[in-house]
């Protein structure tokens, strides 16, 4: 079945380090692409997301781009922010088997001033 | 927009109890989501309605877990008796697609629920 793989916390870095949190999917069609965070006491919002190959999703200085041929899809910030401490999960979604979304187990991240 | 409200947002029962929590989603969401999300885990699916008809309930133990979702609105997820690893994190998500390519979910603060 699908399933998510993300790279295990916690990930502890310094204000303005660079941030790369590695996601890779199994997939039996052409799934979307999602990475969520949750903020301490929160609930789960959408960061960003692609729906297709080769796709670029970014918001709030991050990026990750949907590769098919390595069936990554790795979260990137130049320069985090304390603010930007959070858990942060790997997702997809595909169309068939009834379009849920299946998420990895996450990955928390503080970030240090 | 109002965003998807869930009740209550702490519960603390005895093994074997019993518990019930409620979702409203965003209005017009046609796709409502029950995950269980473990300490230290990602959330699971536990059922996912379209309107008011499942889709899928796979991992729903259905031998203790029930949910409806009545008139294609609110919705409810009740635990039959509850266990001890039933503890968790109830989250209830919905999302604007009624069919085709599932979008965004957009999800309520959750349900914290130990089990003593």
């Known amino acids: 079945g699908d399933s998510v793989t993300q790279m295990e916390g916690p990930v502890t870095l310094s204000e303005e380090a660079f941030l790369t949190i590695n996601c890779t999917y199994t997939a039996t069609g052409y799934p979307s692409l999602f990475w969520y965070v949750q903020y301490p006491g929160e609930g789960l919002q959408l960061l960003l997301k692609?729906?297709?190959?080769?796709d670029k999703g970014s918001n709030k200085g991050f990026e990750a781009t949907y590769r098919k041929e390595t069936t990554s899809f790795h979260l990137e910030k130049g320069s985090v922010q304390v603010s930007d401490s959070a858990v942060y999960f790997c997702a997809l979604s595909e169309g068939t088997g009834g379009f849920k979304t299946i998420f990895g187990a996450g990955t928390r991240l503080f970030v240090k001033a | 927009e109002a965003g998807v409200a869930q009740s209550p947002r702490y519960k603390i029962i005895e093994k074997r109890q019993s518990v019930a929590f409620w979702c409203n989603p965003i209005s017009g969401h046609a796709t409502l989501y029950w995950y269980q999300q473990i300490l230290g885990q990602g959330p699971k699916l536990l059922i996912q309605f379209q309107n008011n008809g499942v889709v899928d309930d796979s991992q729903l133990p259905k031998d203790r877990f029930s949910a409806e979702r009545l008139k294609g609105v609110d919705s409810t997820l009740k635990i039959q008796p509850a266990k001890l690893e039933d503890s968790a994190v109830y989250l209830c998500?919905?999302?604007?697609?009624?069919?085709?390519?599932?979008?965004?979910?957009?999800f309520g603060e959750g349900s914290r629920l130990t089990v003593l």
């Open positions: 692609a729906t297709k190959a080769d």
């Open positions: 998500a919905s999302s604007l697609v009624a069919g085709g390519h599932t979008g965004e979910l957009f």
